[in-house]
């Protein structure tokens, strides 16, 4: 279990070259006003064999080996990360909004998750491509990765945005935040659902059902659409309830000693019953993310507060500069395709969302502002691409690309709203302002009628 002591400052050595490049990367990307993230995985790209790896590439392969303890020790971390990212993604999926926001909630999630899945499912099945799938991807688990990369918003990298923009208390911060936690929830069930295919193809079957032990691909699709949902089902009706009454139990021994430590037992704990269950991990965290983002007294919030301090100072960036490492842009990254798939993904999404955004009401430059925020993919655009590359759903080259898609429409998302802001404009109008303002332009027989003057 112990480690020699070279092999010790090896492993430290690695973790702290991962953390400056990715606090550097993310703070220059801070400066500029653009996600902390996108500079954190810009970091992880300096070490990996795109730059590092192309100039010295032996320096790159010693400090940051694929085998061996120091690979051991980073892949325990990364994973932590991924969870711990999760985690804090499910604590921010509370369901704002209410009133004359929800039909516009509404049509939006509607429009811009049905059809932009429904579209990449159908793009995936007509296009070639095979040279995009994992050894253990097939032609429908890729489909389903195709269409919830062309669907996904960030909930965490839109409402950092957002954040910094000052704007998180308004309706407009309200109603894509609604959206995006929807969507989420769903496509984050069936990642579940892909991953539990992923794994009823390939030998390492582990859980339930691999007690199972049926070849039968029905019985496979049946039981990872089932399980995954049950399991959401079950914790979303009583999961609050149970981690509040656990929380507060005279006889929770580790909530007295260390809230956090409750916390991190709390997720892991829920993530070692997905394993169980034959799910993989990060649907746990997600979940117990959601069970414990209840309302807070001060304590709570505290508490949560440096979880999430520690995750972002340590565990996160460690993950997404892991990531940069893995992406190889020189030798496994196909150009012409990731193009194609950057300009069809923003299209259809940005398309979907204005639509239902127009159905359900808003004028036009509200459309358009609702349609770009919620074409950010972030965090979670970033996840599916790793747990999809980890279970050997996709190839090295589908990857990168969906890292890159993740990366560059958060930008986009980012500078279109800092611009908006920056100008002066308003990124949503009221609906009953505007009928106001019409009334009020009308003429003055109509403005006095509308005003509740008589007709002469």
Known sequence: MSLKAAEVAHVLL???TLL?????????????RQPKVIGEIVGGLVLGPTLLGEFF????????????????VLGAFYNIGLLLLVYLTGTEMRMPGGGGERRTVGFMTASGLILPFTFGLIIARFVDTGQLVGSNGSPTTLALIFGMAVAVTSVPVISRIMLD???LNTVFARMVLAVAVIEDILLYVILAIVLGLAQAQASDAYGLWALIGSD???LAVAYFTIAPLVFLAIFLRFGPALFARMTSSPLNVLERSSPVAFRLFFMFLLCVGCIGLGIDAIFGALVAGMCSSGPEREKEAKTQETLRQVSIGFFIPVYFAIVGIKLDLLHHFDLFFFCWFLVLACVVKFTSVWLGARLAGEDNPSAVNLAVAMNARGGPGIVLASTAFGAKIINESFFASLVLLSIITSQLAGFWL???????????TDPRARQEATVEKGTPVAAQVARGGRKP
């Open 20 to 32: 400056l490049c990715a606090h550097c990367g993310g703070r220059i990307f801070e400066l500029i």
């Open 165 to 167: 923009l000052g704007i």
């Open 216 to 218: 039968s691909m029905g």
């Open 418 to 428: 800092w611009k908006v802001i920056g100008r002066g404009g308003e990124l949503r």
């Open 14 to 16: 690695a973790i702290i």
């Open 57 to 72: 590439p032996e320096a790159q392969h010693w400090l940051f080996p694929t085998t061996g303890p120091t690979a051991g």
